[in-house]
Nanobody
């Protein structure tokens, strides 16, 4: 079974940077879309950024211009470069992937990481 493992979280001061990584345990799956979600205490999980296999990206308005999502299709991994961090960026960040076994399969599978904590001090 594919597992996603996040790393790179930590404590940083406002204005600082962090780079989150997400690595899949299985590379045979073809990932259609990969994304980063975050969840602050007591709040709903929200989509931060996503990227499709072809490179199309999406960013939430709150992080646009500050965060950059990228992926390595060969490794089925994704990254989130977080610059000019703000206290409101604090939360648990989750890696997400949607993929299939091969190009002829129409069955999609959802994969979630366990999360990595990001804390931005004011």
């Amino acid at each position: 079974q594919v597992q996603l493992v996040e790393s790179g979280g930590g404590l940083v001061q406002a204005g600082g940077s962090l780079r989150l990584s997400c690595v899949a345990s299985e590379t045979i799956f073809i990932m259609d879309s990969m994304a980063w979600y975050r969840q602050a205490p007591g709040k709903q999980r929200e989509l931060v950024a996503s990227i499709r296999e072809g490179g199309h990206t999406y960013y939430s308005d709150s992080v646009k211009g500050r965060f950059t999502i990228s992926r390595d299709n060969r490794k089925n991994s994704e990254y989130l470069q977080m610059d000019r961090l703000k206290p409101e960026d604090t939360g648990t960040y989750f890696c997400y992937g949607r993929g299939r076994r091969d190009v002829d399969s129409f069955t999609l599978y959802d994969f979630w990481g366990q999360g990595t904590q990001v804390t931005v001090a004011s």
